[in-house]
C-alpha cells in the first residue's frame, strides 16, 4: 500500500507564527491554525493580503520554521519532507533560470536528486508535453508568454512526481482568459497525476473553480475562519462556472469573507443581495 | 536556415546603419582639421595636420607597434590578474558577509577615486627598468572594479530561486553552482567592458610617472619633449587604436556568452540587471 493513501497529504496542528517577537514590529502572522488535507483533495487558502496565506504555505513547505504547533507533510516532518522533494511549489512569478533553457528548467529538481541525464531528460519531455509544451523544449524562458512561462514552472514543480503542490497565486498575473485556461489546464494535471494541492488565491471564482475546500483565512492575527465544502464533482469544465451550484458556492465564500474574524452570525434569509456586492468579484477588488 | 540567414543579414545591416553615422564625422572632422591648419597656418608644434600625423604613423609602424606590444602587455597582464583576484576575493565576500560589508563601500569609493597617483610610490619601490609597477597599478584598478560587479551578480539573486533552491533541498554549494555563479557571469562581463579600457588607460598613463621609455605613453611624452609633435601624435594614434582593441574584444568575448546564456529580454524580472561600473 503506498504511504501516501495512509496518511494525509498535510497535517498542521496548532501551528502559529510569530515574526520579529519581542520588538516594536511583532507580527502574529498566524494564530493556532489546524489543517489537514486528504490524498488527492484540492484545498484554496483565500483571505485578504496580509492574513498569513503565504506564511502558511512556506510553513508547510519548511522554508520557515513555526513559532509554536506541527506540521506533517505525506507523514513525515516538514524538514524531513522537504530533503524528500515531497511537494513542488510553484509562485506568482514563474521564477525561470533565464540561463537554461526550458527543458533545463523542468530539470533541475532532478538534476538536485542525482537523477542521471538520460532519465531527467526524458522526465522532462513527459513534463513539458503534460503541460502542452512539447514544442517549445530547447526555447529560452524569456522566449515565452508568461501563461507558457507559468505551466513551464508548473511542470518543474511536478517533474519529481511529488505526492503534493504548492502554489502561491500562481495565476495572479494572468489576463483573465489565460487564467481560466490554465485552471482548466491545473485541474486536469492533477487528476492525471493524483496530487494533492494547496492553492494560495486572491480570487473567490477561483477557489471555488478548483477547491474542494474552500479554506477562509482572516488577518491581524492570521487565522482560520471558516472552512467551504465545494461539492461540485470532479469533473469540472466551462460550464461549471455558468452554474447555479458554482453562483450559490462564490456567494457562501464570499459571505465567509465578510464575516471573517466578527462572530455575527448571517442569517441567509434576511441578507440583501447588494450588499454582500457582486459575486465574481474577488476579495481585494473591492 | 533561412530565418539564420535573415538574422545575419539583419545584424550586418544592423552593423552597417550604427557604423556609417560616426564615420562620416570622423572623416569631416580630419578634412576641417587639415583644413584650419592650412588656413590658419597653424605650426606644427601647435597642431600637425593629420596627414603628417599619417606619414609619421606609417613611416614608424614597427616601432609603434613594439611600444604598443610593452603597453599591451602591462594592460593584458594587469587584466588578467586583477580579473582573477577580483573574482577570487568576491566569493570570499559572497562566504562572509561581514567582510562584505566592511569592503565592498571601500571598493565603490575606490574607484571613484584617481588611485593611478599611486603609481608614484609602487616606482619607487622597484627597479626603474621594471615593468611591475605599471602592471601592479593596471591589476588594481582591475580588481577593485572586478570585484564590485561580480560581488553584486553573486549577492543579487532572486529569492524566488533561493527559496525553490531551498525546496529542493539544495545544498549551500549547489545553490552556489546553480543559481549565484550564472548570475554573476553578465556581472563579470559587464565588470570587463569596464575594465578593459580602464587598463588600457592606466596603463599609459602609468608611463609619465616614469620607469622605463618603451611603451606608447613614454614615448608620446619623449617625443614631444624632443618637439617631434607629429610623431608624438602618430604615437597617440596607436594608443587609440590598441584601447579600441581592448574595447572591442571584451565586447565580442560579452556577445559570444550573452547569445549563450542571458539574451536581450524585454523585462528583467528582478529589476535590477547587471549594474554599471562604479555604483
Ligand atoms: N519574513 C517576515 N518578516 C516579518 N513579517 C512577515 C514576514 N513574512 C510575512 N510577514 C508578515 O506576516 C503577515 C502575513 O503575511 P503573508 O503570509 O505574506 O500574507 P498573505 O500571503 O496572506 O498576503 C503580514 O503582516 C506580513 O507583513
Ligand atoms: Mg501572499
Known amino acids: 500500500m503506498r504511504s501516501e493513501l495512509v496518511h494525509p497529504a498535510v497535517a498542521v496542528a496548532g501551528v502559529s507564527k510569530v515574526f520579529n517577537r519581542g520588538s516594536a514590529n511583532q507580527v502574529d502572522a498566524l494564530v493556532d491554525v489546524d489543517l489537514v488535507v486528504a490524498p488527492g483533495e484540492f484545498v484554496s487558502l483565500i483571505g485578504p493580503s496580509g492574513c498569513g496565506k503565504s506564511t502558511l504555505l512556506r510553513l508547510i513547505a519548511h522554508l ?9 507533510v505525506n507523514g513525515k ?21 533565464d540561463w537554461r533553457s526550458v527543458a533545463k528548467n523542468v530539470e533541475l529538481p532532478l538534476e538536485l536528486k542525482g537523477w542521471d541525464k538520460k532519465r531527467r531528460a526524458a522526465r522532462a519531455r513527459e513534463m513539458l508535453e503534460l503541460v ?13 508568454s508568461g501563461g507558457m512561462q507559468q505551466r513551464v514552472a ?20 494572468l489576463d483573465e482568459m489565460t487564467r481560466e485556461h490554465m485552471q482548466a489546464e491545473l485541474l486536469r494535471i492533477c487528476d492525471e497525476t493524483r496530487t494533492s494541492v494547496v492553492f494560495v488565491t486572491h480570487s473567490i471564482p477561483e477557489a471555488v473553480y478548483l477547491s474542494d475546500r474552500v479554506v477562509v483565512m482572516s488577518p491581524r492575527p492570521g487565522r482560520i475562519t471558516d472552512v467551504v465544502d465545494v461539492d461540485l464533482g470532479r469533473d469540472r469544465d466551462d460550464d461549471t462556472r455558468e452554474d447555479d451550484a458554482f453562483y450559490r458556492k462564490i456567494i457562501e465564500v464570499r ?26 468579484l474577488g476579495v481585494d477588488d473591492r | 536556415m533561412t530565418t539564420a540567414t535573415l538574422a545575419v543579414g539583419g545584424s550586418a545591416r544592423r552593423v552597417l546603419d550604427a557604423v556609417w553615422p560616426p564615420a562620416l564625422f570622423g572623416v569631416a ?30 613611416g614608424n609602424l614597427t616601432l609603434i607597434r613594439d611600444a604598443a606590444w610593452v603597453s599591451g602587455a602591462n594592460a593584458f597582464v594587469g587584466l588578467l590578474v586583477g580579473t582573477v583576484l577580483g573574482v577570487a576575493v568576491s566569493f570570499l565576500l559572497m562566504r562572509f558577509r561581514l567582510l562584505n560589508d566592511m569592503v565592498t563601500p571601500l571598493a565603490i569609493a575606490l574607484n571613484a577615486v584617481p588611485i593611478i597617483v599611486l603609481v608614484a610610490v609602487f616606482n619607487n619601490m622597484f627597479s626603474s627598468t621594471s615593468e611591475i609597477p605599471r602592471r601592479l597599478m593596471v591589476t ?8 564590485v560587479n561580480v560581488a553584486k551578480g553573486l549577492r543579487q539573486v532572486s529569492p524566488i530561486h533561493l527559496e525553490l533552491l531551498r525546496s529542493y533541498a539544495a545544498t549551500p554549494v549547489e545553490v552556489i553552482r546553480k543559481a549565484r555563479i550564472p548570475n554573476a557571469v553578465p556581472y563579470l562581463f559587464t565588470a570587463l567592458k569596464i575594465a578593459a579600457p580602464a587598463a588600457v588607460i592606466t596603463a599609459f598613463v ?74
Not at chain 1, 509544451?133 to 515565452?144: E, K, N
Not at chain 2, 619623449?222 to 601624435?233: E, G, K, M
Open chain 2, 29 to 58: 572632422f580630419l578634412v576641417i582639421w587639415e583644413g584650419a591648419v592650412k588656413v590658419f597656418d597653424l605650426k606644427p608644434y601647435f597642431l600637425p595636420p593629420p596627414s603628417s600625423i599619417w606619414a609619421e604613423f606609417t
Open chain 1, 64 to 72: 520557515i520554521e513555526p513559532s509554536s504547533g506541527n506540521v506533517l
Open chain 2, 206 to 279: 602609468a608611463e609619465y610617472f616614469g620607469g622605463p621609455q618603451n611603451g606608447l605613453g613614454s614615448r608620446i611624452v619623449s617625443n614631444i619633449a624632443a618637439s617631434r609633435n607629429a610623431v608624438a601624435w602618430a604615437y597617440v594614434v596607436g594608443a587609440c587604436l590598441l584601447g579600441l582593441t581592448f574595447y572591442l574584444v571584451s565586447i565580442a568575448m560579452e556577445n559570444i556568452t550573452t547569445s549563450r546564456h542571458h539574451t536581450s529580454r524585454g523585462d528583467d524580472s528582478r529589476g535590477s540587471g547587471p549594474g554599471g561600473g562604479t555604483t
Open chain 1, 154 to 173: 508548473i511542470a518543474r514543480a511536478l517533474a519529481a512526481h511529488p505526492p503534493l503542490l504548492l502554489m502561491d497565486e500562481p495565476f495572479g498575473a
Open chain 1, 255 to 280: 459571505e465567509a469573507l465578510r464575516n471573517g474574524g466578527h462572530d455575527t452570525t448571517v442569517d441567509h434569509e434576511t441578507v440583501d443581495p447588494d450588499a454582500v456586492g457582486h459575486p465574481l
Open chain 2, 140 to 147: 588594481l584598478v582591475v580588481y577593485f572594479i572586478v570585484l
Open chain 1, 77 to 97: 516532518s516538514a524538514s524531513q519532507a522537504r530533503l524528500d522533494q515531497e511537494y513542488g511549489m510553484a509562485f506568482q512569478q514563474a521564477g525561470l533560470f
Open chain 1, 132 to 144: 502542452k509544451l512539447g514544442d517549445f523544449v530547447d526555447h529560452r524562458p524569456w522566449q515565452l
